[in-house]
């Protein structure tokens, strides 16, 4: 298993934006996502993009985060700006050599896992 190296997690007030990175150890995969669970709740998918830069977003951060990656540092990347108290959670990025995971938003999905870093919001 692959361990990807998650970093940007912090405390920010509402309305304020944090960086999210996710170093893949060189490795490539076809699809990369984001997931965040918060204390009590199931893990769930935030977005999603692939090795040619397909995107795709949950309903409730479209518009407000934005995934990105940088193929020669081998980093994705998860801009989330007007941060909201509910998108406190832990982040984790997972990735996966399957094309077939995009879209699926599914983390049982993915093989490949980073720590998580914990995001956290002051109302």
């Known amino acids: 298993q692959v361990e990807l190296v998650e970093s940007g997690g912090g405390l920010v007030q509402a309305g304020g934006s944090l960086r999210l990175s996710c170093g893949t150890s060189?490795?490539?995969?076809?699809?990369y996502d984001w997931f965040r669970q918060a204390p009590g709740k199931e893990r769930e998918f935030v977005a999603s993009i692939t090795g040619n830069d397909f995107t795709d977003y949950a309903d409730s951060v479209k518009g407000r985060f934005t995934v990105s990656k940088d193929n020669a540092q081998n980093t994705v990347y998860l801009q989330m700006n007007s941060l909201k108290f509910e998108d406190t959670a832990v982040y984790y990025c997972a990735a996966s050599r399957s094309f077939s995971t995009f879209r699926r938003r599914r983390p049982t999905d993915f093989e490949s896992w980073g720590q998580g870093t914990q995001v956290t919001v002051s109302p």
């Open positions: 060189g490795r490539t995969f076809r699809v």
